[in-house]
Nanobody, 114 residues
Framework: QVQLVESGGGLVQAGGSLRLSCAAS????????MDWYRQAPGKERDIVAR????????YYADSVKGRFTISRDNAKNTLYLQMNSLTPDDTAKYYC???????WGQGTQGTVSS
């Protein structure tokens, strides 16, 4: 079973930035594509970004394209999400996930004030 631990959330003003991290346990981290999801209160959990195992390929939801950057450090078994130009619509709990597995971390809350 893989353990995923998200961190880096917090409260920022609109226009600000947050950098989220996801530490993964276990071996073969670099073999897995990874996703960031988010879930706002009363809404479904939606994908935000995806990155391939070697980091060469990425995908972004239209709502974050140009503002968010997904990256990974396979030597540290860590996934990142750099979030810039934040708006209140980005307020959500953010989760990381291995594409091919069902495990979720506990999430980290990001709140953007107007």
């Amino acid at each position: 079973q893989v353990q995923l631990v998200e961190s880096g959330g917090g409260l920022v003003q609109a226009g600000g930035s947050l950098r989220l991290s996801c530490a993964a346990s276990g071996r073969a981290f670099s073999a897995y594509a990874m996703d960031w999801y988010r879930q706002a209160p009363g809404k479904e959990r939606d994908i935000v970004a995806r990155i391939s195992g070697n980091g060469a390929a990425t995908y972004y939801a239209d709502s974050v394209k140009g503002r968010f950057t997904i990256s990974r450090d396979n030597a540290k078994n860590t996934l990142y999400l750099q979030m810039n130009s934040l708006t209140p619509d980005d307020t959500a709990k953010y989760y990381c996930k291995i594409l091919s597995k069902a495990d979720w971390g506990q999430g980290t809350q990001g709140t953007v004030s107007s």
